[in-house]
């Protein structure tokens, strides 16, 4: 049994990026950048209007100024504003020449039908400044970045049309044990229903990932040996949930060995997901993971999520947060680190859900995230800050 983070470290060590291709950008959510992207313009591309109202010279705003001209957005100004002199003009539109501020509708009156007076001093300029967000050759995203909706925008304003991004890996997911039935069966006595394949499909295609059930495993070495060789075949990663304890049919790990599988870890000191194991095939990858699905759950997220993010050239930073705990926690077993299901109160505060061990999964439909007890700690007081790690 080793550590968490020797079996993070081991895991990370194997990690190794895919290829590389070209995909149109309204078909690159969630995908990570194989290279930087270079702006080809300046932005703003010009002076431009941050409101509605009147370009004028600010040294002239205590006098009546004279209406040149209206200029809308997308039309260039036909005339230059001088002395007492102004141009009406909407928000985004190119601020003409010899103006150097923006007044605001709302602080103007009109004299007349070619003419107004400023009732109200802008502060500001109004004016957003050529190339002061963007210039030529500038990097706007970087190579590494995983691709939101926001991503998105700014490769459309610089023209990245065809992103550049890693392949997405391949993952199989093979689900073993004979009291295993699909949801749309009703089970009979000392039967489960397969919450965990379902799970692990959208835990995978949530990150950009793509999925490949092979189904349920009976507690059959040659059927889950064929199972597990198909996978490896034909995808990066491996998941197998279940299999992997000290029972009379959990032979997970020997097939790995039959298989030539080169195990670097099958258990590690966490609750939930100790008999969590690791193993490399040539290029592949994979993971032997417990059946009890709140196990299989964290134990994806702390350890496959992570490495599934690198192999796609993204560096994944977990989203922590610190809270002071809502009440005490206490537990009896310290020799291993727990990862507990909590959600976040009205107050801040942060709340261990109701939680009956590691077959409870609907303890986290409602969880925010989960906390960390090291080894050797037994006590959490209310009001001790805690990180967060968000799910």
């Given at each position: 049994m080793i550590l968490f983070e020797q079996a993070y470290e081991l895991i990370m060590r194997t990690s190794y990026t895919l290829d590389n291709e070209q995909v149109d950008l309204n078909e690159s959510l969630n995908r990570v950048l194989a290279e930087n992207v270079i702006s080809d313009i300046e932005m703003p591309p010009f002076n431009k209007s941050a409101m509605d109202g009147y370009a004028c010279r600010r040294e002239d705003i205590d006098n009546e100024l004279e209406v040149l001209e209206i200029i809308p957005a997308g039309k260039a100004p036909t005339k230059s504003v001088n002395?007492?002199?102004?141009?009406?003009?909407?928000?985004?539109?190119?601020?003409?020449?010899?103006?150097d501020c923006v007044i605001m509708v709302e602080h103007t009156e009109e004299i007349d039908k070619n003419k107004i007076r400023v009732i109200k001093e802008n502060r500001n300029s109004n004016i957003s400044l050529k190339a002061e967000d963007v210039?030529?050759?500038?990097?706007?995203?970087?190579?590494?970045t995983k691709i939101s909706a926001q991503h998105i925008a700014v490769m459309a304003s610089v023209g990245y049309v065809k992103p550049m991004v890693v392949k997405k890996p391949k993952v199989?997911?093979?689900?073993?044990?004979?009291?295993?039935?699909?949801?749309?069966?009703?089970?009979?006595?000392?039967?489960?229903?397969?919450?965990?394949?379902?799970?692990?499909?959208?835990?995978?295609?949530?990150?950009?990932?793509?999925p490949k059930y092979y189904g349920i495993a009976k507690d059959d070495e040659?059927?889950?040996?064929?199972?597990?060789?198909?996978?490896?075949?034909?995808?990066?990663?491996?998941?197998?949930?279940?299999?992997?304890?000290?029972?009379?049919?959990?032979?997970?790990?020997?097939?790995?060995?039959?298989?030539?599988?080169?195990?670097?870890?099958?258990?590690?000191?966490?609750?939930?997901?100790?008999?969590?194991?690791?193993?490399?095939?040539?290029?592949?990858?994979?993971?032997?993971?417990?059946?009890?699905?709140?196990?299989s759950f964290i134990q994806f997220?702390?350890?496959?999520?992570?490495?599934?993010?690198?192999?796609?050239?993204?560096?994944?930073?977990?989203?922590?947060?610190?809270?002071?705990?809502?009440?005490d926690y206490n537990r009896k077993n310290t020799k291993r680190?727990?990862?507990?299901?909590?959600?976040?109160?009205d107050e801040g505060e942060v709340m261990p859900v109701?939680?009956?061990?590691?077959?409870?999964?609907?303890?986290?439909?409602?969880?925010?995230?989960?906390?960390?007890?090291?080894i050797g700690c037994s006590t959490l007081k209310k009001g001790e800050i805690v990180d967060v790690r968000q799910i």
């Open positions: 002395k007492n002199q102004c141009s009406k003009i909407m928000t985004g539109a190119e601020v003409p020449k010899g103006a210039k030529i050759n500038d990097v706007v995203l970087k190579e590494g199989g997911i093979i689900i073993t044990g004979n009291e295993i039935v699909e949801p749309n069966n009703k089970p009979a006595l000392s039967q489960i229903r397969n919450s965990n394949a379902y799970q692990l499909i959208a835990q995978i295609t949530n990150i950009g990932a793509i040659k059927d889950t040996y064929e199972k597990i060789k198909t996978s490896l075949t034909e995808n990066d990663v491996t998941l197998i949930t279940g299999g992997v304890s000290m029972g009379d049919f959990d032979f997970v790990p020997q097939i790995f060995e039959q298989i030539g599988i080169n195990i670097l870890f099958d258990s590690i000191a966490v609750k939930p997901g100790k008999p969590t194991t690791f193993g490399v095939y040539e290029n592949k990858r994979c993971f032997g993971l417990p059946g009890n699905p709140v196990s997220e702390l350890l496959v999520r992570p490495l599934l993010y690198s192999m796609m050239g993204h560096d994944y930073k977990p989203v922590n947060i610190k809270l002071p705990l809502a009440v680190r727990s990862f507990i299901p909590i959600l976040i109160t109701e939680y009956h061990g590691s077959a409870h999964i609907h303890s986290l439909s409602e969880a925010h995230g989960i906390i960390s007890v090291p």
